[in-house]
Nanobody
Framework: QVQVVESGGGSVQAGESLRLSCTAS????????MGWFRQAPGKERQAVAT????????YYADSVTGRFTLAQDNAKNTVYLQMDNVQPEDTGMYYC????????????????????WGQGTHVTVSS
């Protein structure tokens, strides 16, 4: 049974930091892409950052490059999203997802390519 579980959301002030965690089970963690997606109210779900757990290669959306950092612990089947210098526009529901449609040199950023999703964790950033 596949499970993807996020944690670590909350309410913070602009400029502060937050770390989200995503733990997965039920599939071969080391050969999937794990993606973080953000959905703001009234907007589509968009990729924020993705990591190919096989080799650690990453993708970051332009809006978070230099502020957000991915890390992975394959022994714990967990990926982390370190969010530094958060801004009000980072507010939204953050979802972690897993995709098998992933290989060296290709990290999917379209939500439709991710087959397993967590329930989401909410982040609110106040100015």
């Amino acid at each position: 049974q596949v499970q993807v579980v996020e944690s670590g959301g909350g309410s913070v002030q602009a400029g502060e930091s937050l770390r989200l965690s995503c733990t997965a089970s039920g599939f071969s963690f080391g050969s999937y892409c794990m993606g973080w997606f953000r959905q703001a109210p009234g907007k589509e779900r968009q990729a924020v950052a993705t990591v190919y757990t096989g080799d650690g290669s990453t993708y970051y959306a332009d809006s978070v490059t230099g502020r957000f950092t991915l890390a992975q612990d394959n022994a714990k089947n967990t990926v982390y999203l370190q969010m530094d210098n958060v801004q009000p526009e980072d507010t939204g529901m953050y979802y972690c997802a897993a995709s098998a449609n992933c290989w060296v040199g290709y990290l999917p950023t379209d939500a439709s390519e991710y087959g397993y999703w967590g329930q989401g964790t909410h982040v609110t950033v106040s100015s």
